[in-house]
């Protein structure tokens, strides 16, 4: 899966415009442009002491989607509700955010490309309870597989 990570991480890391603002290019419509200064701590409160946030962003429909990472490199896709529930959306293997980190792109830009693709299996979660959020996940999912055709 690793290889996997890093092959979806280049392609992300050369799309036109670059990484740094993926969230506001592919995203812009579902996610504000600033997290709370209290996203690790509403993350800790709702998963326990043993998750830290790779990457949290405030959502334009309540509550933050982040991407949580544990101490043994396992990630998971989590939304914390307005009223602090934690709903997991998506449990990653070992190396998706440290592989975002390696290529300089953001860890939920690179979640939510494993997950379009359909590489980790939600079960519909994603599209169930964000389904905004998922829409645009697929429209970066068309951009990178034009990219990755050639």
């Not at 509550?63 to 998971?76: I, M, P, T, W």
């Not at 009223?83 to 980190?101: K, Q, S």
């Not at 939510?112 to 970066?140: E, I, T, W, Y």
């Amino acid at each position: 899966m690793l290889e996997h990570y890093r092959d979806l991480a280049d392609q992300l890391a050369t799309m036109p415009g670059g990484p740094a603002d993926l969230r506001g290019d592919y995203f812009g419509a579902v996610a504000l442009p600033d997290a709370p200064a209290d996203a690790a701590a509403q993350l800790k409160a709702a998963l326990g002491e043993g998750h830290v946030p790779a990457e949290a962003w405030a959502l334009a429909s309540g509550g933050l989607l982040a991407l949580a990472e544990s101490g043994d490199g396992n990630a998971q896709l989590v939304w914390l509700t307005d009223g602090g529930a934690a709903e997991v959306i998506l449990d990653y293997p070992p190396g998706l955010a440290e592989t975002a980190r390696e290529y300089g792109i953001p860890p939920l830009g690179l979640a939510l490309l494993v997950q379009a693709m359909g590489s980790a299996d939600d079960g519909g979660r994603l599209r169930r309870l964000l389904p905004a959020v998922d829409k645009a996940a697929k429209g970066l999912l068309l951009i990178a597989s034009c990219r990755l055709c050639g």
